[in-house]
């Protein structure tokens, strides 16, 4: 072979520097695309999470709805490849700015115009058809830049897609929402994204767009730019109108967790009082000016016995700790809460510390902020007392917390004559999920009894006392019983009677981690309300 006849040959193998680079700059454009459009995805379910509490139901939402929409995306981009380079910087200008600003927009509808499932729909489906469309756009730009066959091609753009994709879902619980919040986060996201889409095209493909094309994306990119920077410079302005308008009480805290949205208000009570309330994601979780009736009801009825060490799963803002601790014979209480946040909200804001008590700086108190669920699996110690004060099984994230596994784990940290107690909602609101916790309890041979107490924030809220072998279960209030304002002896032997409409429901299916029956009949019920 001669050399005339070698050169040919070494031509189409070996790629100039310039087409090295250019092809370099697509697949990094891939890569911060990909990660962009997963933080997009993520960030709407984190939201719906946030927002309505159901996780799972969320997820499948968006998920299957952008997925759908990638597809229609996909093929709507086939007509657009001749003009590949300046549709590509089109569409991601758009989607730079309704993905930046969709977490915001989603918590507008949420929080002022109760539109949110059409608005995250909606939301949904216009990402997808975005992101669907960049693929295609980018597969003809890399293939004018190298003559490469298809399987080549196809191999390098879903290489670096994907390993976007693992970035941008690692990046996004980590780095975005610790750092910037969820609002901030998706603005800096849309940021990034405009500008690996349009610095790809105004460098490597700059030929391909003509002078008023360029001048036009150079406009758009502008305006898109200056949106995103004002809403960023805003974000913490808008959420705390945002947040305001969900409650009807002024504002005095609110911090975002790992975990969830933690919020305080106050305000003052038509009789005078001062009214604080705490709410998680949302859920009112106690009201200053009635929380003593049902903290009263959870606690004592199952302090008659033998108390010297006292489990409480939940109740991290210490208000059933402070009932445990009014017992000079508690000689030890563990408390596990699984959100730092909160615990350290009761131990250290005065309007919770003072409803508390101070009952956190006790030295007979040992706080444990984890999952309960995993902490019982790893206890060894065994308790007098245990008391289940937890957020209602509304959600797949508190499901897990009414299984039979669960109370499993409960009966397993109790001694030989404990007695333990759960809230279990409300027999009126959601007779179902109430009735399905005993059936849950007795599916495991615990001896339970119901009773519930009327609490005006919440409205009737029940409870269900419980204790293993044939001890009786019947809620009794100690003898020596601290002074209380809303429960004695009449009262409580009253509270285990059910009006007819609200009678004990048979045939109940028990609820367990794999089949979380109880979450069915909490949604199904509190939708009516």
């Keep these: 072979m001669t050399t005339t006849e070698a050169a040919p040959a070494q031509d189409e193998t070996t790629e100039a520097p310039r087409g090295r680079t250019a092809r370099f700059a697509v697949l990094v454009a891939v890569f911060v695309c990909a990660a962009c459009g997963l933080v997009y995805e993520l960030a709407l379910v984190a939201l719906g999470s946030y927002l309505i509490g159901d996780t799972i139901g969320q997820a499948s939402i968006v998920l299957s709805l952008m997925v759908f929409a990638m597809g229609i995306g996909a093929l709507a981009a086939k007509p657009l490849q001749p003009w590949a380079a ?28 109760s539109l949110y499932l059409p608005a995250l729909i909606a939301t949904a489906l216009v990402l997808g058809l975005l992101i669907g469309a960049e693929i295609p756009l980018l597969m003809v730009l890399l293939q004018r830049i190298r003559r490469q066959d298809a399987g080549s091609a196809v191999a390098d753009l879903f290489a670096a897609d994907y390993v976007g994709g693992l970035v941008g879902g690692l990046a996004f619980p980590f780095l975005l929402l610790p750092l910037f919040g969820q609002v901030q986060g998706a603005l800096l996201v849309g940021m990034l994204n405009a500008a690996a889409g349009l610095g790809l095209v105004l460098t490597v493909f700059r030929r391909e767009l003509s002078k008023r094309a360029r001048l036009l994306l150079i406009g758009a990119s502008t305006l898109v730019g200056g949106l995103l920077l004002g809403a960023y410079a805003y974000a ?162 508190t499901a897990k917390l009414y299984s039979a596994e669960f109370y499993g784990l409960v009966a397993q940290a109790m001694s030989d004559h404990a007695r333990a107690v759960v809230q279990a909602g409300s027999p009126y609101f959601a007779p179902k999920a109430f009735w399905c916790v005993e059936a849950t309890l007795r599916s495991l041979g615990l001896r339970t009894t119901p009773y519930e107490v009327s609490v005006p924030a919440f409205g009737e809220w029940g409870f269900h006392l419980f204790t293993q072998g044939e001890e009786p279960s ?9 002074p209380l304002r809303s429960l004695d002896a009449e ?28 979450l069915d009949y909490a949604q199904g019920e509190w939708a009516n309300y």
């Design 86 to 113: 300046a549709a590509f910087a089109s569409i991601e200008l758009l989607l730079a700015l309704l993905g930046g600003l969709s977490v915001l927009a989603l918590y507008a509808a949420f929080a002022w115009l």
């Design 236 to 397: 913490d302005d808008f959420e705390v109108t945002a947040r305001q308008a969900l409650y009807a009480h002024p504002v005095v805290h609110a911090e975002r967790s790992p975990y969830q949205d933690v919020v305080l208000t106050e305000s003052v009570s038509l009789s005078g009082a001062k009214d604080t309330r705490m709410y998680l994601n949302g859920d009112l979780q106690f009201s200053s000016v009635d929380e003593y009736r049902y903290h009263e009801a959870l606690v004592h009825p199952a302090m008659n016995g033998p108390r010297g060490r006292v489990l409480v799963l939940g109740g991290g803002d210490g208000l059933a700790l402070r009932e445990v601790l009014r017992y000079p014979d508690v000689r030890e209480v563990t408390l596990v809460d699984l959100d730092p946040a909160v615990l350290e909200l009761a131990r250290a804001d005065p309007r919770v510390s003072s409803l508390n008590r101070n009952a956190f700086d006790d030295p007979r108190v040992r706080a444990v902020a984890g999952d309960a669920f995993s902490w019982l699996r790893e206890n060894r110690e065994r308790y007098d007392v245990v008391l289940v004060d937890m957020p209602d099984a509304d959600s797949t994230a």
């Design 474 to 482: 019947e809620p009794r209030l100690p003898q020596d019983v601290p």
């Design 491 to 518: 009262t409580l032997r009253a509270a285990q009677t059910f009006p007819p409409d609200r009678a004990r429901l048979p045939d109940l299916t028990p609820s367990t981690l794999m089949h979380p029956t109880i």
